[in-house]
């Protein structure tokens, strides 16, 4: 008869759970890369009052031509109380005006929560990239809409998709340019390069727009600094314009 002898397991079984452990680690990196980081200061490239798409002029229905048409002659009399209160109150600009300001923002994200943190009138606009909806916005997100509304986002590829609805009709798309509550705009942001933020924005409002049309913004990194503080209503009280140029 032959006698087999076993190997010693000391030290074997261990090693083996290590490897295998170490290589599952690595695999499901693998499966599931990092979301592209975001995060820094940046201020937009190319300053501008006006919101303009990516071809063609802004489609409007004929109801969105007769609002935008009273806005300029509100505008040409001064008379912003009547129909821009960013400019005479200093309220929030909403989405997506907010992303037109010159002055510089942070984008940072914990928890799954995307904030957008703006040194003009040190104003923050929050997008929900977690799995998990707040109870406060499953039950009262329709009841009042906000200047920057209810956005939820999620990541495709390089790009955070953030889609904000139940938006404020007292805020501009940009400088004239309407809205109606049922808008809904839907922005990718990606980076072209380290250095260089893309904000595509689709509006779709079929009320003031025959067809959702497009934009598109672009930021520069800035070097990371803190923001001094910033108050708009001194800026008006002084007679200076909302938005400091």
């Known amino acids: 008869m032959v006698m087999i002898k076993s190997r010693p397991r000391h030290g074997g079984g261990p090693v083996l759970v290590g490897a295998l452990l170490a290589a599952g680690i690595a695999a499901s990196a693998t499966a599931q890369p990092a979301t592209p980081n975001l995060q820094g200061v940046w201020k937009i490239a190319a300053p501008t009052n006006s919101l303009k798409p990516v071809s063609g002029p802004v489609p409007f229905t004929a109801e969105g031509r007769k609002q935008y048409d009273e806005n300029k002659r509100l505008q040409a009399k001064g008379d912003y109380d009547d129909y821009d209160i960013t400019l005479s109150r200093c309220s929030n600009p909403g989405t997506p005006r907010l992303m037109l300001i010159p002055s510089r923002f942070k984008i940072w994200e914990r928890f799954?929560?995307?904030?957008?943190?703006?040194?003009?009138?040190?104003?923050?606009?929050?997008?929900?990239?977690?799995?998990?909806?707040?109870?406060?916005?499953?039950?009262?997100r329709r009841l009042v809409p906000s200047a920057t509304g209810t956005a939820v986002g999620r990541w495709e590829g390089d790009a955070l998709v953030a889609e904000s609805t139940n938006l404020s009709e007292r805020t501009l798309l940009d400088d004239l340019v309407p809205h109606t509550v049922d808008m809904k705009v839907t922005e990718h942001f990606r980076l072209v390069?380290?250095?260089?933020?893309?904000?595509?924005?689709?509006?779709?409002?079929?009320?003031?727009?025959?067809?959702?049309?497009?934009?598109?913004?672009?930021?520069?990194?800035q070097p990371a600094t803190l923001f001094h503080e910033d108050v708009c209503l001194d800026r008006i009280k002084a007679k200076q314009p909302a938005f400091p140029q």
């Open 112 to 140: 799954g929560v995307v904030t957008f943190d703006f040194e003009w009138n040190q104003v923050i606009r929050q997008v929900n990239a977690s799995k998990l909806e707040p109870k406060e916005d499953r039950i009262g």
């Open 193 to 221: 390069d380290p250095d260089t933020l893309e904000d595509r924005i689709t509006i779709d409002d079929p009320t003031y727009f025959t067809r959702p049309w497009d934009a598109v913004l672009t930021f520069k990194r």
